[in-house]
């Protein structure tokens, strides 16, 4: 359906003008706020289901500014990300703050901001926080729990995170024996969580999460009599890198954002219930774009190379994951004689010095030379974000391609080891 499509980026006046030095990123702001405005409307902008927006997806000020204009909060993972968002005007108490790993300064600096919930991921987290709690008599320290139900996924592996062979969360019997430990006064539980990986497509996976939340509510309550207002069911939601300019089904994940709501409510009648989602890469994804030149192509007697000015520094995902992303040949995708064009097969490669670095492989496009632009599709989560400068080469330009067609350079290429 048309209303599921958006509609490709004008980059013309863009080619038009003196073209920035590629390789670079760009984000859509229509699309963007396509993205978030349908995340708002599949749950009918009800004010007791929040998005914590994971902010690792894309922490660019400029993709912050818009998602906080819809009303979004962040899930965080580290105290750089905490700095960030609070510079972005993201309120503490819009805040909630993840990961296995926070350092002793990161725990005070979350206690000293009033994050709205840390979500505790160890016993030793926990232990370590009760004892920090003490320090700081005058502020509230609120927590969460991170749920780890021992659920398998489909999806990558390394993008799954609800296994007990994975770092991440607690068994239900840790859990318990935690609440059964004495706390510091100015230290309450306010929320469970649960997260069990990215590239959920299955709407089953969700409910599921929902179901194991609720059996370990049950056993609390019978347990300790305690209850708690928030439920954090993760993030998760899937992208089809296939059709890049498909939206993501928010539709039925606002079903499932609403039950949960609703089940949350019934399961603690007059407690102010609130559903948290952390979702990052479904707001930002389509969003990005990554566009590159061909340097030049190279053909042996089983391959056609094409040999383009970004690689794996730029974008990982494929090398790490094997992950897919839509390619285009830029004056193609402008309507300019795309179907004329003959085309041939190649992987499509970067400059760094190992067989991992393509962006794609064996895909069809027309036959390229030196000096054409292509542009890799999807590259707006998880993108910029995992750069790198392996090989010495500066981290990519970001532009945002303002909603009235004009262009801002958000930063120029970084040259990272000029810093050290
Ligand atoms: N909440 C928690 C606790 C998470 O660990 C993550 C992602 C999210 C929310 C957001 O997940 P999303 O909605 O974006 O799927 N670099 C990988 C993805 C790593 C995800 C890490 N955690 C990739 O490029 O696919």
Redesign the pocket.
């Known amino acids: 359906m048309t209303t599921h499509q958006f509609s490709k980026p004008q980059i013309k006046g863009m080619l038009a003008q003196e073209l920035p030095q590629t390789p670079f990123y760009f984000y859509d702001e229509n699309i963007l706020r396509a993205l978030s405005a349908s995340f708002q409307a599949a749950i009918s902008s009800d004010p007791d289901i929040h998005l914590?927006y994971?902010m690792?997806?894309n922490s660019s000020q400029a993709v912050l500014k818009v998602l906080k204009e819809y009303g979004a909060g962040l899930?965080i993972?580290s105290g750089e990300e905490m700095k960030v968002g609070l510079q972005a005007g993201f309120r503490p108490d819009q805040i909630v703050y993840?990961?296995v790993g926070k350092s002793e300064e990161e725990l005070r600096a979350s206690i000293e901001n009033e994050i709205s919930v840390i979500?505790v991921e160890s016993r030793e987290e926990f232990l370590e926080l009760c004892t920090l709690a003490a320090d700081y008599p005058q502020k509230k320290v609120r927590i969460g729990f991170?749920f780890n139900p021992n659920l398998n996924v489909e999806t990558?592996p390394?993008?799954a995170?609800g296994l007990w062979d994975h770092k991440?969360g607690m068994a239900d019997e840790e859990i318990l024996s935690l609440l059964a430990l004495s706390r510091p006064q100015n230290l309450s539980v306010e929320c469970l969580?649960i997260?069990l990986?990215?590239?959920?497509f299955q709407d089953k996976v969700f409910y599921d999460a929902l179901g194991e939340v609720l059996r370990l509510a049950r056993v609390i309550v019978e347990k300790f009599s305690l209850r708690f207002p928030i439920l954090d069911v993760?993030?998760?939601?899937?992208?089809n890198y296939e059709k890049p300019f498909q939206k993501p089904d928010f539709e039925s994940y606002g079903k499932f954002l609403k039950k949960a709501l609703l089940e949350w409510k019934k399961f603690n009648p007059g407690l102010s219930c609130k559903v948290y989602s952390?979702?990052?890469?479904?707001?930002v994804?389509q969003a990005g774009f990554l566009v590159t030149k061909v340097i030049r192509v190279k053909r042996n007697p089983k391959k056609n190379f094409a040999i383009v000015d970004a690689s794996m520094t730029e974008l990982?995902?494929p090398a790490?994951?094997n992950?897919l992303h839509v390619i285009e040949k830029l004056s193609g995708v402008q309507g300019e004689g795309k179907s004329a064009e003959p085309s041939e097969r190649y992987d499509v490669v970067g400059p760094v010095c190992e067989s991992g670095d393509f962006l794609a492989q064996n895909i069809e496009l027309p036959v390229l030379q030196k000096g054409d632009l292509l542009w890799v599709t999807c590259a707006g989560?998880?993108?910029f974000?995992?750069s790198n400068s392996y090989n010495m080469r500066p981290l990519p330009a970001e532009y945002l391609l303002k909603k009235e067609g004009s262009w801002e350079l958000l930063h120029g290429p970084v040259k990272v080891w000029n810093k050290l």
Not at 197 to 200: H, K, L, Y
Not at 234 to 239: D, E, K, M, N, S
Not at 278 to 283: F, N, S, T, V
């Open positions: 914590h994971a690792k997806a899930d993972v993840s990961g979500l991170r990558h390394y993008i995170t991440f969580s997260h990986g990215s590239q959920i993760g993030g998760g939601l899937g992208v952390e979702c990052g890469r479904a707001l994804s990982i995902r790490l994951y992950a989560a998880y993108g974000a995992m």
